[in-house]
Every structure is written in structure tokens, then in C-alpha cells.
């Protein structure tokens, strides 16, 4: 048997578990994993009690001020990232530096200065960078890109394309450290960059003229009292006036959130249940983003984050006719529940509309696991043996850096009024 490759990973909140769970459970044949590192010890704990309970024995833990002890001492092949997403950057760069290759959780980075000193770090290192667009593995958005490469509806002229998020799993974005844009870059850079990377997929092309306005328009305080709240608190947990909210979250009531936040919150001080209608969010809750791409194709976003239903729309119009997808997910809270419901198919239906024949429906193979299916398929990519794949869904560092890009884009243009060039904002 070949030698496993060994995984560090820097970052033991919900996302993570996404990662390590796999390669203990599902990819031990192949990979191993051999450390974590976090600002807080007990996370890390709760990390090993989880990997554990898998069968496996627990990795050496290291504080994130230990980081390059980590690195120098355990030699991992590759670093996995799931920090906070101003973060990845320092975790990225310094990784590579110390020779290791880097799976970065989307999104790669938050702003266009992060993104070049990632760029320039893979051209001094030459090390390698994946970045874990799991959506692309979704058979539905993989059958997507087959009809366009074989040329169903011709050249692809405009995409419109409407992601609604739910009041379940919408909200918790504005309940996190994501509500800060300087964390995340806000919804268009840490959510969008599926969306945006989706289209760059389908299309095989990339941006260059980004647009968009947007704004806050339902959570925070100032939403919250205009229509017509009185009742305020800052975080659900000990809150009288959060037991009865549809918006608050009880981390108490979980035992995984319990374990990774409120029994670790001592350490660190963050709080996870934040109230959505509270003060000091500056994110958007609405967006819109027109963008035209290199092959000149048009597209029409629209996300919000407050919608009845959870799920996307999106139609491709070209020279030979038009592809209509419609998507409904169920919805969750990060790592409120089993992972593999996490953007779970709940129904789904394909449509070609060629010109001048009649319009027929598009089955796509159903799958098991989260994303519609897509998780166990980018996990074996990454982790286990992959297979030769005519889409080349597997996204390196430039699929990162062009889906941020234009997220990237879009707020300077909400901050600026004005269109913004892609091309402006790093050198490749």
C-alpha cells in the first residue's frame, strides 16, 4: 500500500468536522490525519472527543500562536484551512512557505490585497492550493455544465440566476462572526463564491465587468424597529426575550454546538448565538450583481437572505434555446445537525427549451450525501483515489481567486456606485 498523506487542520469549528470526520471515518485507507490547531483548547478537545468516538486516536492539539511548531514538528503534506475567512490568507501563505500544500475552505480569502499575497506566494513556493467548491460536484449542477459543453442550447448569451436563502439557515449567517464584513467579506465574497464559481463553471469563463448594489434591509436593529419590535437582547443564551423567538438559537439545546461554542466561549469570548436584530452588522441582507464575462456572456444575481424557502433558480439563455433549473434545498444551521443534509436535494427539475422544437425535461441521477449529493464525491477527490473527471471539477487557486473576484468586485462597486474591472484588482 502506498504511503497515506498526512493532513494538519487549523480551525476545529462546524466547518471542519466536514473535513476530519471524512478522513478518519470514510478515507484512512489513503489519508491520515495527524494535528489540530485552534485558538481554543477546548474545541480541540471536542474535536479529538469526535474523532474518537470514530474509532480514532486522538492528534497531537497546538494553539494558533504554535503554528509554525506544528508545522516544523508534525511535517504534514498538506495544511486544511477552515479558520475564519480574514484568516486564511496567513494560514495559506506561511503553510507553504514551511513546504506544505494547502485545501482551503471557500471562500479563499476576503478582499483583492489577500488574494494577490496568496497569488504570489504559490509563484515564489510552488506549492498547490485546492479550494472545496462543493457544489460543482452536485450531479444537477454537473448535468448543468454537461448540457452546456454539448452544445444543448448553443453559445450561452445571459444567465439569470435568483439563491434564496431561508429564515433558518439565511439568519445564521447574521448570528456569526460572518455579520462582520471584515470576517468575511460579507455574503457576496463568503456565500456568493458557490454561486459565482457555478457560473464560472458552467460557463468555462471568468469575469471581467462586475456591477452590484445592495444592502441591509431585514436583520439588525434598525430593520427590527421599524417593523414595529420593541423587545431586544443581545445573544439567545440566558435571554428571557429569545426563548420564544423563530430567530434565536439555543446552543444549549445541541449538543455539537453546545460542545464547540458555549462550553468554549471562556476561551475565546465568541459568542455563536448572537442576535440577528442586534447592533454592529454590517453585511447585506439583498443583493444584486450584474456581470459580464470574458466570452461575453451576460449575468443577473440576486441573493437575499430572509426568503420563505430555501433554494435557486437559475436559466441560461443561448443562440439555440434556453435550460431552466430549479432547485429546493433543506435547510439547516452549520453544524446544527447531521452533515450530510447540508444543501440536501428536496426537489429539483431541469428543463431545455430548444428553439423551434418542444421543451423536454432533464433527469439527473440521484445521489446520497450533502450538497444533492456532491460532498462524497469532492471528498474523494481530495482524500481518497479520484477519477478521471471530463468537467474538471476539482478547483485550484485560480477557480478560487475568480469566484472571490467577483464578490470582490461587487462590494467595491456597492462602496463606489461604479462598474469595477476585474482585471484592476490582481495580476496573476
Not at 320 to 346: F, H, P, W
Not at 385 to 410: C, K, Q, W, Y
Amino acid at each position: 500500500m502506498s504511503k497515506r498523506k498526512t493532513y494538519a487542520l487549523i480551525g476545529t469549528g462546524g466547518r471542519a468536522q466536514f473535513f476530519y470526520k471524512a478522513i478518519v471515518r470514510d478515507f484512512n485507507d489513503t489519508s491520515e490525519l495527524v494535528a489540530f490547531c485552534d485558538v481554543n483548547q477546548t474545541r480541540m478537545d471536542y474535536a479529538n472527543k469526535v474523532i474518537g468516538e470514530l474509532g480514532a486516536k486522538p492528534v497531537p492539539t497546538y494553539k494558533a500562536s504554535e503554528f509554525d511548531r506544528m508545522i516544523e514538528e508534525i511535517k504534514p503534506d498538506t495544511l486544511i484551512v477552515t479558520t475564519v475567512d480574514r484568516t486564511h490568507h496567513q494560514y495559506i501563505i506561511r503553510a507553504m512557505q514551511l513546504g506544505c500544500d494547502v485545501i482551503s475552505e471557500k471562500p479563499m480569502t476576503v478582499d483583492e490585497e489577500k488574494c494577490q499575497a496568496i497569488l504570489d506566494a504559490i509563484k515564489e513556493t510552488g506549492r498547490n492550493l485546492r479550494v472545496t467548491f462543493n457544489y460543482r460536484y452536485s450531479p444537477h449542477n454537473t448535468k448543468i455544465r454537461e448540457l452546456i459543453m454539448d452544445g444543448a442550447i448553443g453559445d450561452v448569451t445571459s444567465v439569470h440566476f435568483e439563491w434564496l436563502l431561508n429564515t433558518k439557515h439565511g439568519a445564521d449567517y447574521f448570528r456569526r462572526w460572518h455579520r462582520d464584513k471584515r470576517n468575511s467579506g460579507g455574503l457576496l465574497v463568503h456565500k456568493s463564491t458557490h454561486h459565482f464559481d457555478l457560473v464560472n463553471f458552467w460557463l468555462g469563463s471568468q469575469p471581467k465587468t462586475v456591477f452590484a448594489l445592495g444592502d441591509l434591509r431585514f436583520y439588525g436593529r434598525e430593520n427590527a424597529e421599524q417593523r414595529g419590535v420593541t423587545e431586544f437582547y443581545s445573544r439567545s443564551h440566558g435571554s428571557k426575550a429569545a426563548e420564544n423567538d423563530h430567530f434565536a438559537l439555543h446552543l444549549e439545546k445541541n449538543e455539537n454546538l453546545k460542545a464547540m461554542y458555549l462550553d468554549a466561549e471562556h476561551e475565546d469570548g465568541y459568542f455563536r448565538d448572537q442576535s440577528v436584530f442586534g447592533d454592529g452588522i454590517n453585511i447585506e441582507d439583498t443583493m444584486g450583481v450584474t456581470v459580464q464575462y470574458r466570452n461575453k456572456a451576460l449575468l443577473t444575481y440576486n441573493l437575499y437572505a430572509y426568503a420563505p424557502w430555501e433554494g435557486f433558480r437559475v436559466a441560461f439563455n443561448g443562440t439555440k434555446g434556453r435550460i431552466e433549473m430549479d432547485v429546493v434545498e433543506a435547510s439547516y444551521v452549520n453544524s446544527g445537525g447531521d452533515q450530510a443534509l447540508e444543501g440536501a436535494v428536496v426537489g429539483k427539475k431541469i428543463t431545455v427549451h430548444p428553439i423551434f422544437e418542444a421543451p423536454y425535461e432533464v433527469k439527473v441521477e440521484e445521489k446520497k450525501g450533502g450538497h444533492g449529493g456532491g460532498d462524497p464525491v469532492l471528498l474523494n477527490d481530495l482524500f481518497g483515489t479520484p477519477e478521471p473527471d471530463r468537467f474538471n471539477r476539482a478547483a485550484s487557486h485560480v477557480d478560487g481567486a475568480m469566484s472571490i473576484l467577483t464578490g470582490i468586485a461587487g462590494n467595491k462597486s456597492i462602496r463606489t456606485g461604479l462598474p469595477v474591472q476585474v482585471a484592476d484588482l490582481v495580476r496573476f
